[in-house]
């Protein structure tokens, strides 16, 4: 059987994907169009790609660096637009809150 090349994408049903492989929407994904009501001070939680590695948008609070080009942040809701148009950020998912089952918050 011969083998296949290494720079083939995922078979199908193989569950690794790469960040390059998801839809491109705009920069920010999971935007929330209630957003604009809401009080622009409202701080909300990132994952975000840079194109220059160990490069932070300004008014971004680095949580965690995954690698010099992906990290978790936080900003604000008045910063999202000024991270859209930053020629730097490749991408930004607004992160969700996930509540443990069985009540609590």
Not at 48 to 64: A, D, L, S
Not at 75 to 102: F, Y
């Amino acid at each position: 059987m011969a083998k296949k090349p290494k720079d083939e994408g995922p078979q199908e049903g193989d569950k690794k994907f790469k960040l390059e492989s998801l839809p491109a929407a705009g920069k920010i994904r999971n935007r929330s169009p209630m957003w604009d009501r809401e009080n622009p001070s409202k701080r909300v939680r990132l994952i975000t790609k840079v194109r220059t590695p160990g490069y932070v948008p300004p008014n971004v609070e680095v949580r965690t660096r995954v690698d010099p080009y992906l990290f978790t942040a936080e900003c604000t809701l008045a910063d999202l637009p000024a991270l859209e148009s930053d020629p730097q950020v490749e991408s930004v998912e607004i992160a969700e809150v996930v509540r443990a089952i069985g009540g609590g918050e």
